[in-house]
């Protein structure tokens, strides 16, 4: 489960944010689409979740320790 992260897709509702890499920075995940429906996310869209997105990335990381 490493590329996907919980997200609200605006389109489609979907919570999955697929990655094309396991994201370590806020600039990984512009390329990143929705598992669902595909909707690119911009740039926008991330980073007003980006507090909320980085802070699971954060906890995840923690946890796997
Ligand atoms: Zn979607």
Redesign the pocket.
Known sequence: MADTIPYR??????DILKTSAEPHSLSDLKNSV??????RFSEDDLKSHAAKIMDKLIRDAFRRK
């Open positions: 897709c605006p389109q489609c509702g979907g929705c598992a669902k429906c595909g909707r």
